[in-house]
Protein backbone atom coordinates (compact mmCIF):
# COMPACT_ATOMS: atom_id res chain seq x y z
CA UNK A 1 0.00 0.00 0.00
CA UNK A 2 1.38 3.32 -0.71
CA UNK A 3 2.58 5.59 2.09
CA UNK A 4 0.57 8.37 0.69
CA UNK A 5 -1.35 10.15 3.16
CA UNK A 6 -4.56 12.63 1.96
CA UNK A 7 -3.45 15.33 4.14
CA UNK A 8 -0.30 15.91 1.67
CA UNK A 9 -3.53 17.46 -0.41
CA UNK A 10 -3.62 20.12 2.09
CA UNK A 11 -0.38 21.32 1.60
CA UNK A 12 -1.27 21.50 -2.30
CA UNK A 13 -2.68 24.67 -3.76
CA UNK A 14 -5.27 22.41 -6.53
CA UNK A 15 -7.05 21.44 -3.37
CA UNK A 16 -6.40 23.72 -0.20
CA UNK A 17 -7.68 26.54 -1.28
CA UNK A 18 -11.10 25.26 -2.44
CA UNK A 19 -11.21 22.90 1.51
CA UNK A 20 -10.75 26.22 2.27
CA UNK A 21 -13.74 27.99 1.01
CA UNK A 22 -16.15 25.10 0.95
CA UNK A 23 -15.32 24.58 5.26
CA UNK A 24 -15.61 28.92 5.31
CA UNK A 25 -18.61 28.33 4.18
CA UNK A 26 -20.12 26.03 6.02
CA UNK A 27 -19.03 27.82 9.08
CA UNK A 28 -20.79 31.40 8.44
CA UNK A 29 -23.71 29.01 7.28
CA UNK A 30 -24.31 27.88 10.90
CA UNK A 31 -22.80 30.86 12.38
CA UNK A 32 -25.57 33.27 10.90
CA UNK A 33 -28.38 30.34 11.54
CA UNK A 34 -27.58 29.99 15.10
CA UNK A 35 -27.03 33.95 15.27
CA UNK A 36 -30.32 34.39 14.27
CA UNK A 37 -31.16 32.42 17.25
CA UNK A 38 -29.63 34.05 19.55
CA UNK A 39 -30.92 37.48 18.32
CA UNK A 40 -34.23 35.73 19.17
CA UNK A 41 -33.65 35.51 22.81
CA UNK A 42 -31.75 38.74 22.84
CA UNK A 43 -35.08 40.39 21.67
CA UNK A 44 -37.07 38.26 23.56
CA UNK A 45 -39.56 36.99 21.57
CA UNK A 46 -42.70 34.72 22.82
CA UNK A 47 -41.99 31.18 22.89
CA UNK A 48 -44.16 30.61 20.13
CA UNK A 49 -42.57 33.44 17.68
CA UNK A 50 -39.11 31.08 18.34
CA UNK A 51 -41.51 27.87 17.84
CA UNK A 52 -42.37 29.73 14.51
CA UNK A 53 -38.95 30.38 13.37
CA UNK A 54 -37.19 27.09 14.22
CA UNK A 55 -39.99 25.58 11.62
CA UNK A 56 -39.68 28.42 8.94
CA UNK A 57 -36.09 28.81 9.33
CA UNK A 58 -34.98 24.91 7.78
CA UNK A 59 -38.06 24.99 4.91
CA UNK A 60 -36.82 29.06 3.53
CA UNK A 61 -32.84 27.63 3.67
CA UNK A 62 -34.30 24.65 1.71
CA UNK A 63 -36.74 26.26 -1.11
CA UNK A 64 -34.02 27.49 -3.24
CA UNK A 65 -32.75 23.59 -3.75
CA UNK A 66 -36.06 22.59 -5.52
CA UNK A 67 -36.53 26.12 -7.58
CA UNK A 68 -33.09 26.45 -8.77
CA UNK A 69 -30.73 23.46 -8.59
CA UNK A 70 -31.06 22.04 -12.58
CA UNK A 71 -30.44 25.75 -13.27
CA UNK A 72 -27.19 25.83 -10.99
CA UNK A 73 -26.19 22.52 -12.03
CA UNK A 74 -26.23 24.13 -15.94
CA UNK A 75 -24.28 26.99 -14.56
CA UNK A 76 -21.68 24.91 -12.92
CA UNK A 77 -21.65 22.51 -16.17
CA UNK A 78 -20.83 25.82 -17.92
CA UNK A 79 -18.81 27.56 -16.57
CA UNK A 80 -15.05 27.48 -15.33
CA UNK A 81 -15.20 25.81 -12.28
CA UNK A 82 -12.93 28.73 -10.07
CA UNK A 83 -15.03 31.83 -11.57
CA UNK A 84 -18.22 30.28 -10.40
CA UNK A 85 -16.63 29.44 -6.78
CA UNK A 86 -15.57 33.60 -6.62
CA UNK A 87 -18.93 34.45 -8.01
CA UNK A 88 -20.70 32.54 -5.60
CA UNK A 89 -18.20 34.02 -2.70
CA UNK A 90 -18.90 37.41 -3.79
CA UNK A 91 -22.61 36.52 -3.35
CA UNK A 92 -21.80 35.63 -0.35
CA UNK A 93 -20.58 38.79 0.76
CA UNK A 94 -23.56 40.78 -0.80
CA UNK A 95 -26.16 38.58 1.26
CA UNK A 96 -24.20 38.55 4.80
CA UNK A 97 -24.26 42.43 4.14
CA UNK A 98 -28.16 42.11 3.92
CA UNK A 99 -27.96 40.12 6.96
CA UNK A 100 -25.85 42.54 8.88
CA UNK A 101 -28.55 45.18 8.64
CA UNK A 102 -31.06 42.54 10.22
CA UNK A 103 -29.42 42.09 12.71
CA UNK A 104 -28.14 45.55 13.80
CA UNK A 105 -31.80 46.59 12.62
CA UNK A 106 -33.39 43.53 14.93
CA UNK A 107 -35.62 42.98 11.81
CA UNK A 108 -36.18 39.38 11.66
CA UNK A 109 -38.14 39.82 7.42
CA UNK A 110 -34.86 41.15 6.21
CA UNK A 111 -33.08 38.42 8.21
CA UNK A 112 -35.44 35.38 7.04
CA UNK A 113 -34.98 37.12 3.61
CA UNK A 114 -31.69 36.62 3.46
CA UNK A 115 -31.92 33.39 4.93
CA UNK A 116 -33.50 32.36 1.45
CA UNK A 117 -30.35 34.73 -0.69
CA UNK A 118 -28.18 32.33 1.46
CA UNK A 119 -30.12 28.19 0.57
CA UNK A 120 -29.46 29.93 -3.26
CA UNK A 121 -26.41 30.65 -2.71
CA UNK A 122 -25.93 27.13 -1.02
CA UNK A 123 -27.62 25.72 -4.62
CA UNK A 124 -25.55 27.28 -6.73
CA UNK A 125 -22.16 26.53 -4.69
CA UNK A 126 -23.24 22.61 -4.88
CA UNK A 127 -23.17 21.36 -7.87
CA UNK A 128 -19.33 22.88 -8.46
CA UNK A 129 -18.62 21.99 -5.06
CA UNK A 130 -18.62 18.14 -6.02
CA UNK A 131 -17.50 18.64 -9.60
CA UNK A 132 -14.83 20.30 -9.23
CA UNK A 133 -12.76 17.38 -6.74
CA UNK A 134 -12.60 15.07 -10.38
CA UNK A 135 -10.70 17.93 -12.07
CA UNK A 136 -8.30 18.61 -9.77
CA UNK A 137 -7.58 15.28 -8.14
CA UNK A 138 -6.22 11.82 -9.19
CA UNK A 139 -8.83 9.08 -9.49
CA UNK A 140 -6.42 7.15 -6.29
CA UNK A 141 -7.24 10.75 -4.47
CA UNK A 142 -10.95 11.07 -4.86
CA UNK A 143 -11.77 9.31 -2.03
CA UNK A 144 -9.16 11.16 0.34
CA UNK A 145 -10.57 14.36 -0.54
CA UNK A 146 -13.63 13.43 -0.29
CA UNK A 147 -13.04 12.50 3.46
CA UNK A 148 -11.24 15.32 4.14
CA UNK A 149 -14.21 17.54 2.79
CA UNK A 150 -16.64 15.95 4.71
CA UNK A 151 -14.36 16.15 7.97
CA UNK A 152 -13.91 19.70 7.17
CA UNK A 153 -17.89 20.05 6.54
CA UNK A 154 -18.63 18.15 9.40
CA UNK A 155 -16.56 20.17 12.00
CA UNK A 156 -17.00 23.82 10.20
CA UNK A 157 -20.49 23.08 10.57
CA UNK A 158 -20.13 22.42 14.44
CA UNK A 159 -17.37 24.84 15.36
CA UNK A 160 -20.62 27.43 13.31
CA UNK A 161 -22.95 26.38 15.50
CA UNK A 162 -20.65 26.61 19.20
CA UNK A 163 -19.74 29.84 17.93
CA UNK A 164 -22.86 31.44 16.63
CA UNK A 165 -24.70 30.81 19.24
CA UNK A 166 -22.39 31.50 22.07
CA UNK A 167 -21.77 35.22 20.07
CA UNK A 168 -24.99 36.85 22.00
CA UNK A 169 -24.20 34.97 25.41
CA UNK A 170 -20.58 36.84 25.61
CA UNK A 171 -21.41 39.97 23.74
CA UNK A 172 -24.12 40.93 25.79
CA UNK A 173 -25.80 44.44 24.32
CA UNK A 174 -23.29 44.45 21.81
CA UNK A 175 -24.64 41.06 20.38
CA UNK A 176 -26.02 42.36 16.96
CA UNK A 177 -23.10 43.93 16.34
CA UNK A 178 -20.79 41.55 16.36
CA UNK A 179 -23.05 38.98 14.54
CA UNK A 180 -22.69 41.47 11.84
CA UNK A 181 -19.13 42.09 11.61
CA UNK A 182 -18.51 38.42 12.41
CA UNK A 183 -21.01 37.50 9.17
CA UNK A 184 -19.42 40.21 6.59
CA UNK A 185 -15.82 39.20 7.70
CA UNK A 186 -16.16 35.59 7.11
CA UNK A 187 -17.58 36.22 4.21
CA UNK A 188 -14.99 38.46 2.91
CA UNK A 189 -12.43 35.89 3.94
CA UNK A 190 -14.00 32.98 1.72
CA UNK A 191 -13.97 35.45 -1.25
CA UNK A 192 -10.44 36.30 -1.06
CA UNK A 193 -9.14 32.46 -0.37
CA UNK A 194 -11.40 31.37 -3.38
CA UNK A 195 -8.73 33.91 -5.70
CA UNK A 196 -6.51 31.23 -5.30
CA UNK A 197 -8.40 28.05 -6.71
CA UNK A 198 -6.61 27.10 -9.71
CA UNK A 199 -8.36 27.29 -13.15
CA UNK A 200 -10.51 24.22 -13.38
CA UNK A 201 -11.92 23.79 -17.04
CA UNK A 202 -15.77 23.87 -17.83
CA UNK A 203 -17.24 20.24 -18.14
CA UNK A 204 -19.61 21.18 -20.89
CA UNK A 205 -18.68 24.88 -21.91
CA UNK A 206 -21.17 24.91 -24.73
CA UNK A 207 -24.14 23.93 -23.32
CA UNK A 208 -27.14 25.70 -24.21
CA UNK A 209 -28.80 26.98 -20.45
CA UNK A 210 -32.36 25.54 -20.23
CA UNK A 211 -34.28 28.49 -17.39
CA UNK A 212 -37.28 26.57 -17.09
CA UNK A 213 -36.80 24.49 -13.70
CA UNK A 214 -39.42 22.19 -14.34
CA UNK A 215 -38.48 20.14 -17.70
CA UNK A 216 -34.40 21.39 -16.32
CA UNK A 217 -35.45 19.35 -13.11
CA UNK A 218 -36.47 16.20 -14.78
CA UNK A 219 -33.40 16.13 -17.03
CA UNK A 220 -31.10 16.48 -14.18
CA UNK A 221 -32.64 13.66 -12.00
CA UNK A 222 -32.53 11.71 -14.83
CA UNK A 223 -28.53 12.19 -15.58
CA UNK A 224 -28.33 11.37 -11.71
CA UNK A 225 -30.06 8.38 -12.79
CA UNK A 226 -28.65 6.90 -16.10
CA UNK A 227 -25.80 4.19 -14.13
CA UNK A 228 -27.31 1.84 -11.94
CA UNK A 229 -24.52 2.08 -9.42
CA UNK A 230 -24.84 5.70 -9.67
CA UNK A 231 -28.40 6.23 -9.58
CA UNK A 232 -28.10 3.72 -6.24
CA UNK A 233 -24.96 6.16 -4.66
CA UNK A 234 -27.47 9.06 -5.22
CA UNK A 235 -30.20 7.48 -3.54
CA UNK A 236 -27.36 6.48 -0.67
CA UNK A 237 -26.28 10.16 -0.70
CA UNK A 238 -30.12 11.39 -0.09
CA UNK A 239 -30.61 8.51 2.61
CA UNK A 240 -27.80 9.70 4.54
CA UNK A 241 -29.39 13.28 4.55
CA UNK A 242 -33.02 11.82 5.86
CA UNK A 243 -30.80 9.69 8.21
CA UNK A 244 -28.95 13.07 9.38
CA UNK A 245 -31.64 14.83 9.05
CA UNK A 246 -34.06 12.66 11.86
CA UNK A 247 -30.73 12.09 14.18
CA UNK A 248 -29.26 15.65 14.12
CA UNK A 249 -33.38 17.36 14.31
CA UNK A 250 -34.41 15.50 16.81
CA UNK A 251 -30.25 15.49 19.37
CA UNK A 252 -30.97 18.63 21.23
CA UNK A 253 -34.43 17.47 22.78
CA UNK A 254 -33.05 14.34 22.91
CA UNK A 255 -29.93 15.95 25.10
CA UNK A 256 -32.96 17.67 27.47
CA UNK A 257 -35.03 15.38 27.84
CA UNK A 258 -33.16 12.13 27.51
CA UNK A 259 -29.53 12.71 28.75
CA UNK A 260 -30.08 16.32 31.46
CA UNK A 261 -27.67 17.97 29.35
CA UNK A 262 -30.61 20.46 27.39
CA UNK A 263 -28.32 23.81 27.51
CA UNK A 264 -25.45 21.90 26.31
CA UNK A 265 -27.24 20.28 23.44
CA UNK A 266 -23.93 20.82 21.13
CA UNK A 267 -21.87 18.54 23.45
CA UNK A 268 -24.02 15.19 21.62
CA UNK A 269 -23.83 17.26 17.89
CA UNK A 270 -19.71 16.86 18.80
CA UNK A 271 -19.72 13.52 19.40
CA UNK A 272 -21.74 12.57 16.45
CA UNK A 273 -19.46 15.41 14.21
CA UNK A 274 -16.32 14.10 15.37
CA UNK A 275 -17.21 10.46 14.82
CA UNK A 276 -18.70 11.69 11.28
CA UNK A 277 -15.06 13.32 10.58
CA UNK A 278 -12.92 10.66 11.58
CA UNK A 279 -14.86 8.25 9.65
CA UNK A 280 -14.84 10.06 6.85
CA UNK A 281 -10.77 10.77 7.03
CA UNK A 282 -10.48 6.52 7.79
CA UNK A 283 -12.12 6.15 4.73
CA UNK A 284 -8.66 6.08 2.52
CA UNK A 285 -6.41 3.86 4.37
CA UNK A 286 -9.59 1.62 4.65
CA UNK A 287 -10.25 1.72 0.82
CA UNK A 288 -6.35 1.55 0.16
CA UNK A 289 -6.52 4.37 -2.07
CA UNK A 290 -9.58 3.04 -4.53
CA UNK A 291 -12.80 4.03 -4.64
CA UNK A 292 -13.98 1.38 -2.07
CA UNK A 293 -17.61 0.81 -2.41
CA UNK A 294 -16.99 -2.39 -0.38
CA UNK A 295 -17.24 0.09 2.38
CA UNK A 296 -20.60 1.19 2.10
CA UNK A 297 -22.35 -1.95 3.46
CA UNK A 298 -20.08 -1.67 6.77
CA UNK A 299 -20.81 1.87 7.74
CA UNK A 300 -24.60 1.06 7.04
CA UNK A 301 -24.66 -1.52 9.30
CA UNK A 302 -22.48 0.29 11.77
CA UNK A 303 -25.01 2.94 11.50
CA UNK A 304 -27.83 1.03 12.51
CA UNK A 305 -25.75 -1.14 15.09
CA UNK A 306 -24.59 1.69 17.00
CA UNK A 307 -27.63 3.42 16.67
CA UNK A 308 -29.83 0.55 18.28
CA UNK A 309 -27.29 0.84 21.27
CA UNK A 310 -28.42 3.77 21.84
CA UNK A 311 -31.68 2.81 22.31
CA UNK A 312 -31.29 0.62 24.77
CA UNK A 313 -28.28 2.40 26.55
CA UNK A 314 -31.09 5.30 27.36
CA UNK A 315 -34.82 4.39 26.32
CA UNK A 316 -36.11 6.27 29.10
CA UNK A 317 -35.53 9.81 30.49
CA UNK A 318 -32.83 11.33 32.15
CA UNK A 319 -32.60 10.40 35.79
CA UNK A 320 -31.03 14.00 36.52
CA UNK A 321 -31.97 17.47 34.52
CA UNK A 322 -29.66 20.29 34.50
CA UNK A 323 -26.44 18.65 34.30
CA UNK A 324 -23.22 19.53 33.24
CA UNK A 325 -20.81 17.99 30.76
CA UNK A 326 -18.51 16.57 33.27
CA UNK A 327 -21.34 15.83 35.25
CA UNK A 328 -23.17 13.89 32.97
CA UNK A 329 -20.36 12.00 32.20
CA UNK A 330 -20.20 10.78 35.93
CA UNK A 331 -23.94 9.00 35.08
CA UNK A 332 -23.64 5.28 35.00
CA UNK A 333 -23.73 4.15 31.30
CA UNK A 334 -22.58 7.61 30.13
CA UNK A 335 -19.81 6.33 28.36
CA UNK A 336 -22.20 3.96 26.60
CA UNK A 337 -23.73 6.55 24.91
CA UNK A 338 -20.58 8.26 23.77
CA UNK A 339 -19.09 5.77 22.15
CA UNK A 340 -22.80 4.83 20.38
CA UNK A 341 -22.74 8.72 18.89
CA UNK A 342 -19.20 8.72 18.18
CA UNK A 343 -19.91 5.23 16.53
CA UNK A 344 -22.70 6.04 14.65
CA UNK A 345 -20.97 9.37 13.00
CA UNK A 346 -17.88 6.84 12.41
CA UNK A 347 -19.67 4.77 10.14
CA UNK A 348 -21.67 7.65 8.76
CA UNK A 349 -18.33 8.91 7.48
CA UNK A 350 -17.78 4.94 6.21
CA UNK A 351 -20.80 5.19 4.38
CA UNK A 352 -21.36 8.35 2.48
CA UNK A 353 -17.48 9.00 1.50
CA UNK A 354 -17.00 5.87 -0.94
CA UNK A 355 -20.89 6.95 -2.09
CA UNK A 356 -19.40 10.29 -2.84
CA UNK A 357 -16.48 8.95 -4.81
CA UNK A 358 -18.01 6.37 -6.72
CA UNK A 359 -20.55 9.26 -8.33
CA UNK A 360 -17.46 11.26 -9.32
CA UNK A 361 -15.53 8.92 -10.78
CA UNK A 362 -18.44 6.91 -13.06
CA UNK A 363 -20.05 10.11 -13.67
CA UNK A 364 -19.26 11.30 -17.18
CA UNK A 365 -16.98 14.79 -16.94
CA UNK A 366 -18.99 16.34 -18.87
CA UNK A 367 -22.89 15.32 -17.15
CA UNK A 368 -21.24 15.50 -13.38
CA UNK A 369 -22.35 19.13 -12.24
CA UNK A 370 -25.67 18.36 -13.36
CA UNK A 371 -25.54 14.82 -11.85
CA UNK A 372 -24.90 16.78 -8.75
CA UNK A 373 -27.70 18.96 -8.96
CA UNK A 374 -30.29 16.37 -9.67
CA UNK A 375 -28.98 15.03 -6.27
CA UNK A 376 -29.23 17.56 -4.56
CA UNK A 377 -33.01 17.85 -5.75
CA UNK A 378 -33.44 14.41 -4.56
CA UNK A 379 -31.48 15.24 -1.00
CA UNK A 380 -33.82 18.61 -0.40
CA UNK A 381 -36.97 16.08 -0.98
CA UNK A 382 -35.61 13.51 1.43
CA UNK A 383 -34.60 16.15 4.61
CA UNK A 384 -38.06 17.51 3.75
CA UNK A 385 -39.84 13.92 4.14
CA UNK A 386 -37.23 13.60 7.13
CA UNK A 387 -38.51 16.70 9.17
CA UNK A 388 -42.12 16.07 8.34
CA UNK A 389 -41.81 11.70 9.44
CA UNK A 390 -39.57 13.09 12.45
CA UNK A 391 -42.17 15.24 13.66
CA UNK A 392 -45.39 12.87 12.69
CA UNK A 393 -44.08 9.99 14.68
CA UNK A 394 -43.77 11.96 17.74
CA UNK A 395 -47.39 13.19 17.54
CA UNK A 396 -49.95 10.98 19.47
CA UNK A 397 -53.16 12.22 16.84
CA UNK A 398 -53.55 15.01 13.86
CA UNK A 399 -56.57 17.05 13.46
CA UNK A 400 -57.89 17.48 9.82
CA UNK A 401 -61.06 19.20 9.24
CA UNK A 402 -62.34 18.08 12.65
CA UNK A 403 -61.40 14.09 11.78
CA UNK A 404 -59.08 13.38 14.48
CA UNK A 405 -56.02 10.72 12.99
CA UNK A 406 -54.27 8.50 15.54
CA UNK A 407 -50.45 9.01 15.46
CA UNK A 408 -47.42 6.66 17.06
CA UNK A 409 -46.81 9.37 19.67
CA UNK A 410 -43.01 7.77 19.66
CA UNK A 411 -40.41 9.05 22.55
CA UNK A 412 -36.90 9.83 20.56
CA UNK A 413 -35.30 7.10 21.77
CA UNK A 414 -38.44 5.16 20.06
CA UNK A 415 -37.39 7.68 16.76
CA UNK A 416 -33.82 6.34 16.93
CA UNK A 417 -35.37 2.65 17.21
CA UNK A 418 -37.12 2.69 14.53
CA UNK A 419 -34.38 4.91 12.26
CA UNK A 420 -31.96 1.63 12.78
CA UNK A 421 -34.25 -0.53 11.29
CA UNK A 422 -35.40 1.29 8.78
CA UNK A 423 -31.73 2.50 8.30
CA UNK A 424 -30.83 -1.54 7.91
CA UNK A 425 -33.59 -2.23 5.97
CA UNK A 426 -32.71 0.38 2.80
CA UNK A 427 -29.43 -0.69 3.35
CA UNK A 428 -30.44 -3.96 2.32
CA UNK A 429 -32.77 -2.98 -0.49
CA UNK A 430 -30.19 -0.67 -2.00
CA UNK A 431 -27.58 -3.52 -2.18
CA UNK A 432 -30.37 -5.93 -3.56
CA UNK A 433 -30.86 -3.35 -6.11
CA UNK A 434 -26.95 -3.23 -6.94
CA UNK A 435 -25.06 -6.50 -5.62
CA UNK A 436 -22.02 -4.73 -6.71
CA UNK A 437 -21.85 -3.05 -3.52
CA UNK A 438 -22.48 -6.24 -1.22
CA UNK A 439 -20.12 -8.22 -4.02
CA UNK A 440 -17.20 -5.57 -3.24
CA UNK A 441 -17.77 -5.82 0.43
CA UNK A 442 -17.13 -9.40 0.74
CA UNK A 443 -13.68 -9.02 -1.37
CA UNK A 444 -12.70 -6.21 0.87
CA UNK A 445 -13.24 -8.78 3.85
CA UNK A 446 -11.07 -11.36 2.14
CA UNK A 447 -8.48 -9.55 1.00
CA UNK A 448 -8.41 -6.96 3.82
CA UNK A 449 -8.17 -9.69 6.30
CA UNK A 450 -5.86 -12.06 5.00
CA UNK A 451 -3.11 -10.07 3.30
CA UNK A 452 -1.87 -6.38 3.46
CA UNK A 453 -1.57 -5.21 -0.48
CA UNK A 454 1.81 -3.29 -1.41
CA UNK A 455 0.95 -1.02 -4.33
CA UNK A 456 3.13 -0.05 -7.29
CA UNK A 457 2.96 1.48 -10.46
CA UNK A 458 -1.20 1.17 -10.35
CA UNK A 459 -1.84 4.99 -9.70
CA UNK A 460 0.40 5.82 -12.84
CA UNK A 461 -0.13 3.43 -15.32
CA UNK A 462 -4.00 1.95 -15.27
CA UNK A 463 -5.11 4.57 -17.75
CA UNK A 464 -8.29 6.45 -15.64
CA UNK A 465 -10.79 6.09 -18.36
CA UNK A 466 -11.28 4.43 -21.70
CA UNK A 467 -10.52 0.62 -23.15
CA UNK A 468 -7.53 -0.99 -21.67
CA UNK A 469 -6.37 -4.90 -21.22
CA UNK A 470 -4.56 -5.83 -18.11
CA UNK A 471 -2.31 -9.04 -18.37
CA UNK A 472 -1.03 -10.60 -15.11
CA UNK A 473 0.47 -14.14 -14.14
CA UNK A 474 -1.94 -16.26 -12.25
CA UNK A 475 -0.75 -17.68 -8.87
CA UNK A 476 -3.62 -18.25 -6.91
CA UNK A 477 -7.27 -18.57 -6.93
CA UNK A 478 -7.57 -15.24 -5.35
CA UNK A 479 -5.92 -13.72 -7.93
CA UNK A 480 -9.04 -11.55 -9.72
CA UNK A 481 -9.50 -10.44 -6.02
CA UNK A 482 -6.59 -9.14 -5.73
CA UNK A 483 -6.34 -6.60 -8.64
CA UNK A 484 -9.71 -5.96 -8.00
CA UNK A 485 -9.07 -4.62 -4.53
CA UNK A 486 -5.90 -2.79 -5.99
CA UNK A 487 -7.41 -0.84 -8.87
CA UNK A 488 -9.93 1.95 -9.03
CA UNK A 489 -12.33 0.96 -11.93
CA UNK A 490 -13.91 -2.03 -12.31
CA UNK A 491 -12.27 -4.53 -14.37
CA UNK A 492 -14.14 -7.73 -16.17
CA UNK A 493 -12.16 -10.79 -15.58
CA UNK A 494 -11.58 -13.55 -17.26
CA UNK A 495 -11.04 -16.84 -15.60
CA UNK A 496 -11.44 -20.52 -16.37
CA UNK A 497 -15.07 -21.61 -15.97
CA UNK A 498 -14.07 -24.01 -12.81
CA UNK A 499 -12.68 -21.31 -10.80
CA UNK A 500 -15.74 -19.09 -11.30
CA UNK A 501 -18.14 -21.77 -10.46
CA UNK A 502 -17.00 -22.58 -7.13
CA UNK A 503 -19.56 -22.17 -4.68
CA UNK A 504 -19.93 -19.04 -2.68
CA UNK A 505 -16.86 -17.62 -4.84
CA UNK A 506 -19.24 -17.67 -8.03
CA UNK A 507 -22.05 -14.68 -6.74
CA UNK A 508 -19.05 -12.55 -6.53
CA UNK A 509 -17.61 -13.44 -10.04
CA UNK A 510 -20.95 -12.78 -10.93
CA UNK A 511 -21.49 -9.75 -9.69
CA UNK A 512 -18.02 -8.23 -11.23
CA UNK A 513 -19.52 -9.45 -14.52
CA UNK A 514 -16.05 -11.55 -14.43
CA UNK A 515 -16.40 -13.64 -18.24
CA UNK A 516 -15.96 -17.77 -17.55
CA UNK A 517 -13.91 -18.85 -20.43
CA UNK A 518 -12.58 -22.97 -21.30
CA UNK A 519 -10.30 -24.22 -23.39
CA UNK A 520 -11.30 -24.86 -27.13
CA UNK A 521 -10.93 -29.14 -26.39
CA UNK A 522 -13.16 -28.53 -23.34
CA UNK A 523 -16.00 -26.23 -24.57
CA UNK A 524 -15.56 -24.36 -27.61
CA UNK A 525 -18.93 -22.17 -27.68
CA UNK A 526 -17.89 -21.50 -24.14
CA UNK A 527 -14.55 -20.19 -25.67
CA UNK A 528 -16.23 -18.42 -28.48
CA UNK A 529 -18.60 -16.51 -26.43
CA UNK A 530 -15.93 -15.46 -24.14
CA UNK A 531 -14.37 -13.77 -27.11
CA UNK A 532 -16.88 -12.39 -28.04
CA UNK A 533 -17.91 -10.57 -24.45
CA UNK A 534 -14.45 -9.58 -24.14
CA UNK A 535 -14.28 -7.38 -27.59
CA UNK A 536 -17.67 -5.86 -26.19
CA UNK A 537 -16.73 -4.49 -22.91
CA UNK A 538 -13.44 -3.06 -24.87
CA UNK A 539 -15.58 -1.84 -27.18
CA UNK A 540 -17.69 -0.16 -24.48
CA UNK A 541 -14.30 1.67 -23.17
CA UNK A 542 -14.14 -0.68 -19.76
CA UNK A 543 -11.03 -2.67 -18.50
CA UNK A 544 -10.70 -6.12 -19.22
CA UNK A 545 -8.09 -8.91 -17.11
CA UNK A 546 -6.43 -11.78 -17.93
CA UNK A 547 -4.42 -14.34 -17.03
CA UNK A 548 -2.65 -15.63 -20.36
CA UNK A 549 -1.53 -18.55 -18.74
CA UNK A 550 -4.22 -19.85 -19.11
CA UNK A 551 -4.42 -21.76 -15.03
CA UNK A 552 -2.76 -21.89 -12.07
CA UNK A 553 1.20 -21.76 -12.18
CA UNK A 554 2.06 -25.51 -10.43
CA UNK A 555 5.26 -24.89 -9.56
CA UNK A 556 5.53 -21.02 -9.02
CA UNK A 557 7.09 -20.06 -12.44
CA UNK A 558 5.11 -18.38 -15.01
CA UNK A 559 3.94 -21.16 -18.10
CA UNK A 560 4.50 -19.19 -21.37
CA UNK A 561 1.67 -16.54 -22.53
CA UNK A 562 -0.93 -18.67 -24.88
CA UNK A 563 -1.79 -17.13 -28.03
CA UNK A 564 -5.60 -16.09 -26.60
CA UNK A 565 -4.49 -12.44 -25.97
CA UNK A 566 -3.22 -11.98 -29.11
CA UNK A 567 -6.27 -12.86 -30.40
CA UNK A 568 -8.26 -9.94 -28.51
CA UNK A 569 -5.33 -7.41 -29.71
CA UNK A 570 -6.06 -8.53 -33.32
CA UNK A 571 -9.77 -7.95 -33.14
CA UNK A 572 -9.27 -4.79 -31.23
CA UNK A 573 -5.56 -3.30 -30.68
CA UNK A 574 -6.00 -1.00 -26.87
CA UNK A 575 -3.72 -0.18 -24.47
CA UNK A 576 -1.88 -3.38 -22.40
CA UNK A 577 -0.84 -2.70 -18.98
CA UNK A 578 1.51 -6.02 -17.67
CA UNK A 579 1.02 -6.39 -13.95
CA UNK A 580 2.48 -9.19 -11.87
CA UNK A 581 2.04 -10.41 -8.43
CA UNK A 582 4.30 -11.37 -6.17
CA UNK A 583 4.23 -13.74 -2.96
CA UNK A 584 0.82 -15.28 -3.36
CA UNK A 585 2.86 -18.75 -4.07
CA UNK A 586 2.99 -19.52 -0.58
CA UNK A 587 -0.85 -18.91 -0.23
CA UNK A 588 -3.43 -21.33 0.54
CA UNK A 589 -4.84 -20.56 -2.20
CA UNK A 590 -1.91 -21.84 -4.48
CA UNK A 591 -1.02 -25.25 -5.72
CA UNK A 592 1.93 -24.88 -3.70
CA UNK A 593 0.45 -27.91 -1.61
CA UNK A 594 -1.30 -30.69 -1.95
CA UNK A 595 -5.46 -30.40 -2.13
CA UNK A 596 -5.08 -31.34 2.06
CA UNK A 597 -2.03 -29.06 2.52
CA UNK A 598 -4.01 -26.07 0.90
CA UNK A 599 -6.61 -26.15 3.48
CA UNK A 600 -4.12 -24.89 5.91
CA UNK A 601 -4.39 -21.68 7.63
CA UNK A 602 -2.00 -18.75 5.49
CA UNK A 603 1.74 -19.46 6.68
CA UNK A 604 1.56 -15.96 6.99
CA UNK A 605 -0.95 -14.31 8.11
CA UNK A 606 -1.61 -11.06 7.11
CA UNK A 607 1.35 -11.68 4.77
CA UNK A 608 2.33 -8.69 2.26
CA UNK A 609 1.45 -8.96 -1.37
CA UNK A 610 2.77 -6.84 -4.03
CA UNK A 611 0.86 -5.75 -6.84
CA UNK A 612 2.85 -4.19 -9.77
CA UNK A 613 1.89 -2.23 -13.10
CA UNK A 614 4.40 -1.24 -15.98
CA UNK A 615 3.36 1.62 -18.25
CA UNK A 616 0.97 0.30 -21.28
CA UNK A 617 2.00 -1.12 -24.09
CA UNK A 618 0.59 -0.28 -27.90
CA UNK A 619 -1.96 -3.27 -28.29
CA UNK A 620 -1.30 -3.17 -31.90
CA UNK A 621 2.56 -4.10 -31.53
CA UNK A 622 2.52 -6.27 -28.57
CA UNK A 623 2.89 -9.96 -28.42
CA UNK A 624 2.19 -12.81 -25.97
CA UNK A 625 5.98 -13.48 -25.72
CA UNK A 626 7.00 -9.75 -25.37
CA UNK A 627 3.85 -9.60 -22.69
CA UNK A 628 5.53 -12.81 -20.88
CA UNK A 629 8.84 -11.24 -20.54
CA UNK A 630 7.29 -7.57 -19.01
CA UNK A 631 5.72 -9.25 -16.18
CA UNK A 632 8.47 -12.20 -15.44
CA UNK A 633 10.72 -8.28 -15.44
CA UNK A 634 7.66 -7.36 -13.09
CA UNK A 635 7.78 -10.34 -11.04
CA UNK A 636 11.56 -10.77 -10.63
CA UNK A 637 12.68 -13.97 -8.57
CA UNK A 638 9.46 -13.56 -5.77
CA UNK A 639 6.94 -15.80 -6.28
Known amino acids: MSSHSQFALLKQRRFLPFFLVQSLGAFNDNVYRQAIIGLLGFMSVSPQDKTLYTNLAPAIFILPYFLFSATAGQIAEKLEKSKLIRITTTMEIVIMSLAAIGFLTQDLIVLLTALFCTGLQSTLFGPVKYSILPSVLKPEELTGGNGLVEMGTS ?20 GPTVAAVAIILLAITGNLVSRLIPRADAGAPELKINWNPLTESRAVLRLAKKQVAVR ?19 IPTYADLNLGIGTWYVFPLALFSIGTGVGSLLCERLSARTVEIGLVPLGAFGMSAFLLDLYFARSGVAPVAGLSVSAFLQQPGSWRIVIDLIGIGLFTGFFVVPLFALIQSRTPRQELARAIAGMNIQNAGYIVLAAVLGIALQMKE ?25 NALVAIWIFTLVPEFLMRFLSWVLVRFLYRLRLQGIEKHVPDEGPALLVCNHVSYMDALLLAASIPRPVRFVMYYKIFNIPVMSWIFRTAKAIPIAGAKENPELMRRAFEEIDQALAEGEIVGIFPEGALTRDGDIAPFKSGVEKILEQRPVPVVPMALKGMWSSMWSRRDSRLGRMRVPRRFRAHVDVVAAPPVDGATATAESLEATVRGLRGDAA
Open 155 to 174: LSILIGMIFGGLIFNLAGSH
Open 232 to 250: NSVLGVSWFWFFGTVLTGN
Open 398 to 422: LALGGIRIPLPGLTIPQVFLVLAIA
